[in-house]
């Protein structure tokens, strides 16, 4: 059994059971490929694949058990060859951090500013998506780590790391009616055109919910993953919008007004993801560590530890 068989066993499984896709992406020939997954089920006695002539269609039960162990010794090896980087770096490279705009654009710059005086010959490369996005860059090992709130459906090899709950607010042009009530409703917020974040948000699926229990209608006339590009609208007076409150700047949103709205819709928990079975590098835990004070060593080795 050899490192270079679990790795062609892998990539065929990442690249939809094809053969020859994943000879093609990893620059050899489709026999030789096949020649070695052979080999590798003679050895360990067992079927992979299941198989319709020429055609994989999937893996058998001992073929999931099989790639479950391979993914973890290529991870491990992976490791080792980070070990030696890191040794040998000096505290440089690259660091890639996926999040969300708003956690890019309203939390991060101060983090980053701390960071860059600290690591100065590391260069951070921020990547920007939806919260399913977010995990998967750290689960494909695109990332390092990841701040973001919970996605929407399991993905493998993430843990995560919770960090703090942030709740929402409604965000209103000067002198809108909803600033004149003493509590805000769902009822009463129903009755204005709302702007909303992406469908893939987890902010989204909490305000539909809200609405739903409340059994109101929402008038939503714009979702979007941008809050800049939400905030905009509002100014604009076509509707107002449910954002997170950490996305208000007093400085540059001073023409906007703010309604807390935590007794509407739940909180939503902001979390640090990390590819589980991996090494993680000293200069991503320094990041962590800035990002979240509260998240200890032990805790850190416990979630990479599976």
Do not use: W
């Amino acid at each position: 059994m050899t490192l270079l068989q679990l790795k062609y066993l892998c990539e065929i499984i990442d690249r939809g059971m094809s053969i020859s896709a994943a000879a093609l992406s990893l620059h050899t020939s489709q026999p030789s490929m096949s020649r070695q997954i052979q080999a590798l089920e003679r050895e360990l006695g067992v079927t992979i694949f299941l198989r319709s002539k020429r055609r994989i269609l999937g893996l058998t039960a001992a073929g999931i058990e099989v790639r479950d162990i391979a993914r973890k010794a290529l991870h491990t090896t992976e490791s080792l060859r980070h070990i030696s980087k890191d040794v040998t770096a000096e505290q440089s490279g690259t660091l890639t951090v996926t999040t969300s705009h708003t956690h890019a654009r309203y939390v991060l710059p101060e983090i980053i500013q701390d960071f860059r005086r600290k690591f100065p010959k590391v260069r951070i490369t921020l990547r920007q998506g939806n919260p399913m996005q977010v995990a998967q860059f750290v689960s494909s090992g695109k990332a390092d780590l990841s701040i973001c709130s919970l996605p929407p459906r399991e993905v493998p090899d993430l843990a995560l790391l919770p960090c703090y709950d942030q709740h929402k607010i409604v965000l209103t042009p000067k002198g809108h009616p909803l600033l004149k009530l003493s509590k805000l409703t769902i009822k009463e917020l129903s009755k204005y055109p709302l702007i909303t974040y992406d469908s893939e948000f987890t902010t989204y699926s909490q305000v539909m919910r809200s609405f739903e229990a409340a059994e109101c209608e929402p008038h939503v006339i714009l979702s979007a993953t941008d809050v800049d590009v939400m905030k905009e609208y509002v100014r604009r007076e076509l509707g107002v919008a449910i954002i997170v409150a950490l996305a208000l700047d007093p400085k540059t949103d001073s023409s906007l007004r703010a309604i807390d709205a935590r007794h509407l819709f739940q909180s939503n928990k902001i979390f640090v993801g990390i590819k589980k079975h991996t090494y993680l590098r000293g200069v991503a835990i320094e990041f962590i560590k800035l990002f979240a004070p509260a998240i200890t060593n032990k805790q850190i080795e416990q979630a990479v530890a599976g």
